[in-house]
């Protein structure tokens, strides 16, 4: 079993920043592959960074490109996003999730182990 705790969502201003935090317990196993997804009000979740935690290999939405950066620290078995330049459509619920793989899309179907969520809202 796999239990992902989220932290770190909190209300800021546009322009702003933020980490979120993801700590894994349980099975290595399983989880190789990290995300972070998030869900607006009214909309579908959306993959929005993951991460491959032995190669590094990362994957970026298109929307978060070039603000938003994945990262892992594998001795204390947590994966960060680092947010920045934080608009208001980044408001949303945001959850990190496990799946296993040599490749890791952003697909919520390919994640089998998810947290609670993180609420983050820009204003």
């Known amino acids: 079993h796999v239990q992902l705790v989220e932290s770190g969502g909190a209300s800021v201003q546009a322009g702003g920043s933020l980490r979120l935090s993801c700590s894994a317990s349980?099975?290595?196993?399983?989880?190789?592959?990290i995300g972070w997804f998030r869900q607006a009000p009214g909309k579908e979740r959306e993959g929005i960074a993951t991460?491959?935690?032995?190669?590094?290999?990362?994957q970026y939405a298109d929307s978060v490109k070039g603000r938003f950066t994945i990262s892992t620290d594998s001795a204390e078995n947590t994966v960060y996003l680092q947010m920045n330049n934080l608009k208001s459509e980044d408001t949303g619920m945001y959850y990190c999730?496990?799946?296993?793989?040599?490749?890791?899309?952003?697909?919520?179907?390919?994640?089998?182990?998810w947290g609670q969520g993180t609420q983050v809202t820009v204003s």
């Open positions: 999730a496990a799946g296993a793989g040599y490749y890791c899309p952003l697909s919520a179907t390919s994640f089998a182990f």
């Open positions: 349980g099975k290595a196993y399983g989880r190789n592959c």
């Open positions: 991460i491959h935690t032995v190669s590094e290999t990362t």
